[in-house]
């Protein structure tokens, strides 16, 4: 292993090496599926990926959508013996591969890698917290609006933002929980009030943010 000195997180996560390697899969393909061993942590290169539940009565949920620089199966390392969702690319995906006792003993070595790790739970943590405001709290049309803007990564400014993660209104649905046709509806509201165009790409308007804002 390399010296703590000269240790450089990135490189750790993105090349092969003992108990790491690095897989290709093509956009719907698996990374993992929930209840099968928790034996890895995986750190998406590339693309983006999309995790899901499926519960007892046989009902998927989104719960979850992430990027590079993410990570995905993070739960091995708080000792859980399966995974607790599934892991899809939604797109072509490359993604890092590590052993759970690798992963383990590199951050315990190395402070650079854990406090990257501990970075990305801390956002990781915030994110599922706003979502569970956002399902208790907030409307449908809200939680879609809030969705699009996440996705297209809107600020203050006054711009369009292209959604580059291609994403359906079933996915829309499962993430809002609502209905496909409620998202239709919604979609087609907000673009004739100019606050999204779809047309090929999809984009989001910073004016979206005053869906969210308003009582």
Do not use: W
């Amino acid at each position: 292993m390399v010296s703590s000195k000269a240790f450089d997180a990135e490189a750790f996560l993105t090349t092969v090496g003992a108990g790491r390697t690095i897989g290709t899969y093509k956009a719907r393909s698996y990374i993992f599926r929930q209840g099968t061993v928790c034996d890895a942590v995986f750190y998406i290169q590339e693309g983006q990926v999309q995790l899901s539940v499926v519960s007892k009565q046989g009902k998927e949920r989104v719960v979850g959508a992430l990027g590079p620089r993410d990570f995905i199966g993070e739960s091995c390392l708080a000792g859980h013996p399966r995974y607790l969702a599934s892991a899809r690319a939604s797109t072509e995906a490359t993604v890092a591969r590590v052993d759970t006792t690798t992963l383990r003993q590199a951050i315990k070595e190395h402070p650079e890698l854990s406090e990257r790790f501990m970075a990305f739970l801390l956002l990781r943590n915030s994110q599922v917290e706003a979502d569970l405001v956002d399902q208790l709290f907030n409307s449908s049309e809200k939680r879609l609006a809030r969705l699009l803007i996440t996705l297209a990564q809107v600020g203050q400014e006054s711009d369009l933002r292209t959604v580059t993660t291609p994403i359906s209104q079933d996915v829309m649905a499962a993430r809002v929980g609502t209905t496909r046709s409620r998202i239709n509806q919604f979609m087609n509201k907000f673009r004739k009030l100019g606050l999204v165009e779809y047309n090929g790409d999809l984009k989001v308007h910073s004016s979206l943010l005053n869906v969210i804002l308003r009582e």
